[in-house]
Every structure is written in C-alpha cells, then in structure tokens.
C-alpha cells in the first residue's frame, strides 16, 4: 500500500497546484465582483439596485455544476469559446461573487447607523464616509466567513474535473481508472483536500491575532441605541 | 394640540457677544414639526438660542426632546418648520436614513455645528488622535499637521493628553464621551449638541463627562443639550426647556423651571426625578 501511495502522490502533487491555482484566480475575479454587486444591492439608484439583487440571487441559485456547462460548453454556442482552466475559473469566479456579495452586504449592514451619523455630522461627504469608515469596519467583519467561503471554494474545484481540467479530483479519478485503487486514490486526494484546508486555517490563525482586535473592536459601538 | 411657547427675542444685547449681539440668534427654531411614518412626535416647537447661551432640553421620554434635538441638523428630516442660522434658513436635504448630506448647505451648516452622541459613535478603527483628525482633514481640508496639532490641542482641552494613541475599545465610557466631544470640538462650531452624553455611562464616569462641559460652558460655548442630569441642567444652563408630548410646556432661566416650575406637568416630572 505504502508504495502505492508513494507512486500517486507525485501524480497528484501537480493537480493540487491546479485546485489552488483555481482557487485563487477565482477569488482575485470574484472578491471586486462582489464587492461592486453588494455596493450596487445596497447603495445604487433603483434599477441597478435590483439587476444587482437578481445577480446575486441568480448566482446563488444556480448549482455550480450548471455554471460551469454554462460557461464551458453553452458560451462557445455564442461563438465565445475558452479552454477548461479560463472556463472554470470564470464560473467559480461568478459563484464566488454572488456568494460573497451576500457576505459583503452583510458586512456592510453591520456597520452601526451611528458611524454613518457621526459621519454625516462632521460633514463628510457619502464616498469619503464609505472609504474612511464605514469599509474599513465592514472588512474587518467579513474576513472569517470570507474565509469560511474560500474553504468552500477550495472543495468546490472539484467539480471542474467535470469539464476535465487537470485538478487534484481529475488526477485522482484518472489515477484510479488505470490502477483499479479507487478506495485509495479517492482518500488520499480527500486527504491532501483537508491537509490544504487545516493548514490554511492555522496559517489564519496565526495571521490573525487581528481577529482579537476586532472582537476589542466591536465592544466600542455599545449594543443598543 | 400645540403648546409651542415662543420665545421672543431678546431685546437686551446678550452679555459677551459683539457689537452685533441682538441682530439675529444663533439658532431659530420655528414651528418645527417632525414625523414618523404619519405619527407626529413633534408639534411645532420654536426655540431661539442666542450665542454663548448654554440650554438644557429636559422632559419625560418619548417627549421628542431627542427628535428636536437631531432635527437641527437634520439627523431627522422636519416635516415642516424652519431652522435660521445666524438668521439665515437652513435648506438640509439629507440621504441615507438622515445621515449624510446631499446638499451643500447642509454640509456647511454641519460644519457649524457639533454633536455629540449617547453613543459616541466614535471610529472603532481609528486612535483617539485619528478620530479627531479625520473630519479636519476630509470635511474641513486642513492639512495633516495642523489637524493633528489641532486634535492633540482639543484632547488636551478634555483631558486626554497621553491617550492619544488608544483605541476606543481600550477606553473608559467617559474617555470615549470626551474624546468625541473632542472631535467635535476640533470642526469650530459655532454651537455644540448634546443627545443625552452622560446616559450611558455609569455615574463616576458620567461626572467626567459633565466637567468637560461645565468647562466648555464656562468658556462661552453655545450648548444645547438633552438631558436627564438635573444637577447640570440646574447649574450649568441659563436656561431650561421642559418638553413633553412633543410641545415645550414650559421654558425660562434655569432657576426658575427647576425650583419653581409653573406647570403643573413639569412639577410632576421634576418631583419624581428628584424622588430618586
């Protein structure tokens, strides 16, 4: 068994990289895509307000698999065609926009009246109020279930074995299929999946003594008002 | 029903104001009214403030002392009335549930006038020093050195030399109530308003609060402030104004609302709050 391991792990080294990779060209593309989609759902003037909402409740509703057809084999009927990788990073990345635009909107409306109020009292004005005040709380309030989402996303790759691009599930599946060790090569790419994700919560963790400040932080606004 | 009392403007120059004193009050209220959502809390009240008069807003809860209070720089939108500055009508247009100002007027009319919350409201992710610069620099446009030479002049003022670099959370109620009175303090206003500062602070901490503004009273400061610290509202203000149901029902020199009140609601109100 142990040489059978030692013989899939190079194999799979390089889909975990493609998962991450994945992962990250997702966020990069769907982080500003939700933050846009919260301002617009919460600030804009009436239509765009609502095609934000549809967007954001059409992103959430739609499986993820569906979007990924979607992009990959419904988009080149529309003459644009990509190959797997772009494909399902923009998918990914559509889904994460929708999911943290939900998660942004909720930051922002945890924002305090009062900070607006104090605000709008000394005069500043809407943008400078938003930039200096009101975003740097709400971030501060996303960050643990932004992470909670990349979490998510990280095992949400795996779906894109689907439209075959090389990631850890594809590799592991492939792997299988020639050696017979499905049992095998399916607990350890679900291991190598909770290895990334236990070590990306520790290195928060580690990174987030920030996380203290903020509980510190919230004890200023008292409840009530 | 409306038992607005107005008060007619004095005849006699006001002591400490210039060669002006008597031409036009600081602040004019007349008539204002405010609702919510149809139901009016506030029916009609005028009240004129001249510059350098400390005022004390008192009255059971839900007497609209507070709606008042955050209409004069419309925190809340008045249904209808008028508030003159200097003589001159405020035309305040305000977005986002009240807060922030969609007309250039009403920016500067803010300018001019501070306020201070139950809450503070202070920046949570900002020092004290930082919560005191910001508006200089982002609403006034000063420049960075002069508004940090500025905060540290006014958290000095309240007391708070050393506590510059503090977060709020690391603060007491009462540092946090002078830090934001700092705040204010430092955008020049030409009048300061209190929404009952002292009621959510115990009551050592409170005491540090109402020096502060003894002090500022004391140094010709134009305040009015919502209260339920009798004490202050005897010993500090000039003048007292007893609301109730959303109408003033009696106002005058402090003395005489306190200790002889003429209403036979306001000699309720004070009796019971100084049972206590």
């Known amino acids: ?225 | 029903m409306n038992f607005s009392v107005h008060n007619t403007p004095l005849d006699t120059p006001v002591p400490g104001t210039g060669s002006t004193a008597g031409t036009a009050p600081i602040l004019e209220l007349r008539d204002i009214r405010i609702e919510y959502k149809g139901h009016e809390v506030v029916h009609g009240v005028s009240l004129t403030v001249q510059r350098g008069e400390v005022i004390a807003l008192i009255g059971p809860s839900g007497a609209g002392k507070s709606s008042l209070l955050r209409s004069i720089n419309f925190l809340e939108q008045p249904s209808a009335g008028q508030i003159l500055v200097n003589g001159q009508q405020v035309q305040g247009q305000a977005g986002r549930r009240g807060a922030i100002a969609r007309n250039k007027a009403l920016a500067t009319h803010r300018r001019d006038v501070g306020m201070v919350f139950q809450q503070f409201n202070l920046f949570p992710h900002l020092t004290a020093l930082e919560n005191v610069v910001l508006a200089q620099v982002h609403s006034l446009g000063r420049n960075k050195d002069e508004a940090v030479a500025r905060a540290r002049q006014e958290l000095a003022h309240v007391g708070l030399t050393g506590h510059e670099d503090k977060y709020p959370a690391k603060c007491s109620g009462g540092q946090q109530q002078r830090i934001a009175i700092a705040r204010a303090l430092a955008m020049d206003p030409q009048l300061m308003l209190f929404d009952e500062p002292t009621s959510s602070l115990d009551p050592e901490l409170g005491v540090e609060v109402l020096n502060t503004m003894k002090r500022l009273a004391s140094e010709g400061m134009t305040m009015l402030v919502v209260t339920h610290e009798m004490h202050f509202a005897e010993d500090v203000a000039d003048r007292v104004v007893f609301m109730a149901d959303g109408a003033v029902v009696e106002e005058g020199p402090a003395e005489q609302v306190m200790l002889h009140p003429a209403s036979e609601r306001a000699k309720t109100f004070l009796s019971a709050v100084r049972g206590r």
């Open chain 1, 1 to 225: 068994m142990i040489e059978s391991v030692l013989a899939m792990v190079p194999e799979f080294i390089p889909g975990l990289g493609i998962s991450l990779l994945v992962t990250i060209a997702s966020l990069v593309l769907g982080l500003p895509l939700g933050i846009l989609l919260a301002l617009g759902s919460l600030f804009a003037a009436r239509p765009l307000q609502y095609t934000c909402i549809g967007l954001i409740e059409l992103g959430r509703g739609i499986p993820g698999l569906i979007m990924l057809y979607l992009v990959y084999f419904g988009l080149p009927q529309m003459g644009v065609v990509m190959d797997a990788l772009p494909a399902s990073i923009i998918a990914l990345g559509l889904m994460t926009g929708a999911y943290t635009a939900e998660i942004f909107v909720a930051g922002f409306r945890a924002v305090p009246q009062g900070q607006w109020e104090a605000c709008g009292t000394l005069a500043l004005s809407y943008w400078k109020s938003l930039r200096l005040v009101i975003l740097p709380q709400a971030i501060k309030i996303v960050v643990p279930p932004l992470i909670g989402w990349t979490i998510m996303l990280f095992q949400a790759t795996s779906l894109a074995y689907a439209i075959s691009v090389p990631e850890l599930m594809s590799r592991a599946y492939n792997y299988a299929s020639v050696t017979f060790e499905y049992a095998l090569a399916f607990t350890l790419a679900g291991l190598m999946y909770l290895a990334v994700t236990l070590l990306g919560l520790w290195l928060f963790r580690r990174v987030g003594g920030r996380r203290r400040s903020l509980s510190a932080a919230k004890v200023a606004v008292p409840a009530g008002a």
